[in-house]
């Protein structure tokens, strides 16, 4: 079955200006997450989608959302974006979102790139 | 606070020798531990996990990791390195108390030489 696709794979985008990334998780799977790779901070989580709903954050400051589509699809948003936005946004999905973390998978990522 | 040590930013070794990298946690519940592996560019392949049970877990590409609660401390080996397993290595922990949520350590580049 397909893994875990986000699109798109790369972005170049203005200091300022709003960014939407896509993932589409695991056919049946119903939690995404994601997570912000830096080299400066490493992998860092952001949040986690389950049923439409947020059911976990991490630190990161409120210009970064998202939101889980009825068929579990997720969107990220940054806006404002800030030069230190530049990284590897990567989503993991996972079929029961209860903790479990059995069958969590990464997609390849999004590379954000802010000039 | 929940953290995870890696503390070999950089690893070098010849190929055909042996591999260990370190991982050392800190966590507040009881730890699920995960191997993964990063080339330029890509995401994360999951290389093993352990949830529990048998303390010694068996992942793919011949690698193995152990388990050693009394050290926190979840090392990944490999018998014989080939030239294809230099990339970068990421020891995470997650608990079900904390949803599905992933704390990682800060990876180990691993470089072979032939």
């Known amino acids: 079955k397909a893994g875990v696709t986000q699109t798109p794979r790369y972005l170049i985008k203005t200091r300022g200006q709003q960014v939407t990334l896509s993932c589409s998780p695991i056919s049946g799977h119903r939690s995404v997450s994601w997570y912000q790779q830096t080299p400066g901070q490493g992998l860092q989580f952001l949040f986690e989608?389950?049923?439409?709903?947020?059911?976990n954050k991490g630190n990161f400051p409120g210009r970064f959302s998202g939101r889980q589509f009825s068929n579990s699809r997720s969107e990220m948003n940054v806006s404002t974006l800030e030069l230190g936005d530049s990284a590897l946004y990567l989503c993991?999905?996972?079929?029961?979102?209860?903790?479990?973390?059995?069958?969590?998978?990464f997609g390849s990522g999004t590379r954000l790139t802010v000039v | 606070a929940q953290s995870v040590t890696q503390p070999d930013i950089h690893i070098t070794v010849s190929e055909g020798a042996s591999l260990e990298l370190r991982c050392n946690y800190s966590?507040?519940?009881?730890?699920?531990l995960f191997w993964y592996v990063q080339s330029p560019g890509q995401g994360l392949q999951l290389l093993l996990k352990?949830?529990?049970?048998?303390?010694l877990v068996q992942g793919i590409k011949g690698f193995e990791a152990e388990f050693k609660r009394s050290q926190s401390s979840f090392n990944l080996r490999k018998p014989s390195v080939h030239w294809s397993d230099a990339a970068e290595y990421f020891c995470a922990v997650g608990a079900k108390e904390y949803g599905n949520k992933l704390v990682f350590g800060a990876g180990t580049i691993l470089r072979v030489k032939s």
């Open positions: 352990y949830f529990s049970g048998d303390t």
């Open positions: 966590y507040g519940a009881t730890p699920y």
């Open positions: 993991a999905s996972s079929p029961y979102g209860t903790g479990d973390l059995n069958g969590y998978t």
């Open positions: 989608y389950f049923s439409e709903t947020q059911r």
